[in-house]
């Protein structure tokens, strides 16, 4: 996969392709991660790439003339039916089937906003599509388009040293995680549970999946109703939910 990221800061973008997932992702060609500066297309002395806000106002916005040219040089390197998507917080929310999604593309370009926004003719006429990961406010698009980076290096075979991984991650099958343990077995008073020291695979993946959907019912309550449902599974995992929730004292239904 190619990923060209339109930012003022591209040494921001090249120094996270060094480590951990994506580093390896990277080394191994899996995906390929270029940048373009919107300050190379400039025609001034002093580089503009923002300027004051009609109708006044606070901050500075960025400038419609370098970005779209920024974006165009991008674009041109990147395969056919590669999307330009723009990180900021109008964007809708970045979610794992979305990864997904965008994981089966042969490309991406991704434009990181600065300042207090991007002039919004640049979004009109330059972008795609728009992507927020979060309902809170950064400093620009970099650390947001490195996230999704990240979370599409994942996908890519090869990427991860078991593959099963992405398989058994929390959201991908719309829940949270299981409880991982490790050595020691115990640890200041607390021991591993007695079910993942016992050998038996079906009962341990039973209780994985008890735990996710019971973690998932506790603390994203919301993603129980989102999550998409196989008919043929809905009936055990309704049990499993039952099971984890007669565990706890005095729960007795699920949340609605």
């Known amino acids: ?28 060609a899996l995906l390929r991660v270029g940048t373009e500066d919107p300050r190379a297309h400039t025609t ?17 916005v ?23 998507i723009a990180l900021g917080p109008a964007g809708e929310l970045l979610t794992q089937a979305k990864v997904r999604e965008l994981a089966r593309l042969p490309g991406l370009l991704l434009v990181a906003g600065r300042y207090e926004g991007i ?9 795609d599509r728009e992507l927020s990961i979060g309902d809170y406010v950064l400093s620009g698009g970099e650390l947001p388009a490195l996230v999704l980076i990240d979370a599409l ?6 990427a991860l040293g078991d593959e099963r ?13 299981w409880p991982h343990y490790t050595r020691p077995e115990t640890f200041e008073g607390r021991r591993v549970p007695a079910v993942l020291t016992s050998g038996d695979h079906a009962a341990i993946g039973r209780w994985r999946a008890r735990q996710g959907l019971g ?6 309550p919301e993603l129980i109703g989102r999550a998409p449902v196989d008919a043929a599974r809905a009936p055990r995992q309704r049990e499993l939910l039952e099971e984890f929730l007669q565990e706890r004292a005095g729960v007795t239904e699920p949340r609605k």
């Not at 002395?45 to 923002?50: A, I």
């Not at 960025?62 to 041109?76: M, R, S, T, V, Y």
């Not at 973690?215 to 994203?220: G, H, S």
Request: charged share 25%; glycine share 8%.
């Open 1 to 28: 996969m190619q990923i060209e990221v339109v930012t003022l800061f591209p040494a921001l973008i090249a120094q996270a392709l060094d480590y951990g997932v994506l580093g390896r992702a990277v080394q191994r």
């Open 44 to 60: 001034d002395v002093h580089r503009t790439v923002d300027d004051r806000p009609y109708g006044g106002g606070p901050g500075m």
């Open 62 to 84: 960025l400038k419609p003339e370098p970005l779209c040219a920024a974006i165009h040089a991008a674009a041109a390197r990147l395969p056919a039916g590669s999307p330009r």
């Open 119 to 127: 002039d919004e003719r640049a979004l009109e006429m330059a972008v």
């Open 153 to 158: 290096a994942r996908l890519q075979p090869g």
């Open 165 to 177: 991984s992405s398989l058994e991650e929390s959201f991908s099958a719309g829940w949270l995680d």
């Open 215 to 220: 973690r998932t019912w506790l603390r994203r």
